[in-house]
């Protein structure tokens, strides 16, 4: 990597749920799924507001805070619809969960389980804390975020997504608790609440270029991603690294994250662009594409974790300050990370797609 230099239930007010804004049936919140299979998540139950949460067991114990073995809480983020997490404690009860990065939260879309209506959410209670230890430490301080419906007062059917909704929030959380405070209850009482998943969406920063999906230039090795998954080319895992930026890039007040997702286990770089390389399309590169040219500034070279990493972390520079950025300007970034198992070329690294956004003063 060396080529690359330096240079009981809780309601808001109705004025607040009057802000709510639910984006069109089926629909996809507006912003980037902080989730993925494998995010750090356990079921809980708590009162709202309090900062104790105890955690869910397996179980089929009626109105007890368990769940059936096959239907576990981590279920709720496995992008496998087939699966579902189901708690026998139907109102205030649901889950912590800790996305790779610090995010701010801004929506979020439920799927309906394989078969009792009755069970699905109608009403659910968002908070969010700044302790990124939430899921194991079970002693948080949270801050209710969201307090409203669920998208899903229509039955979209089994299987099915239901509506988004998206809500109003500038603050970044390092971990969410999701309580269900309210299920259908039709054509019959419910004995818990389920769903198949649900994605939790967070305001995007810039956009996405450079996928390695074949739409720009061609991945080494046949190795193209999935149209459409805006990541860069597979790994030797099966997937594409995937880069997406969320806070605000504003010079004065810089709350940027770098969030890299589903790559080996290894070192990752950061790094900054001035430009789009062959006008965004990318040329080959180890095992991908290198997007970002022009004059480079490397951020931080990170560890990934569960595929996973971040820049900035605790204690690290703002992208801002380490970007050398003084000026407003539009700049593009990527991670190069290191997949050293035999896969595509003889190099043993791969990136994930490109990152393109505007510095405001």
Known sequence: MNS?????????????????????????????????????????????????SLLAVPGTIGNFNNYPALESPPNAIDDVVATKYLNFQKNNAGFIVTPASPSVLAGFLFTTANDSPERDPMNVLIEGSSDANATVSLNSNWVSIYSGI????????????????????????????????????LPVIANSFQFAEIELYANSAGTEYCSGDGSGTACPCGNNSLAGSNTGCLNSLGMGGKLVAG???????????????????????????TTQIAAGAGVVFGDGLRCAGGSVVRLGVETNVAGASHYPGSGQLHVSVKGLIAAPGTRSYQTWYRNAAAFCNPETFNLTNGWSLAWTP
């Open 247 to 273: 806070g605000n890039p504003s010079i004065t007040n810089d709350t940027l994250v770098l969030s890299g997702t589903q790559m080996a286990n290894s070192s990752a770089l950061y790094y900054q662009g």
């Open 4 to 52: 690359i230099q330096h240079v009981h239930r809780f309601v808001l007010p109705a004025t607040v749920i009057a802000l709510l804004c639910v984006v069109g049936s089926s629909a996809r919140a507006q912003g980037v799924d902080i989730t993925a299979s494998g995010t750090p998540l356990v079921g809980v139950a708590a009162t709202p507001g309090s900062s104790a």
């Open 150 to 185: 669920s998208g899903l007062a229509t039955d979209p059917g089994r299987l099915t997504p239901g509506t988004a909704v998206s809500f109003p929030n500038s603050v970044s959380y390092a971990s969410y608790r999701l309580l269900v405070w309210n299920v259908r209850e």
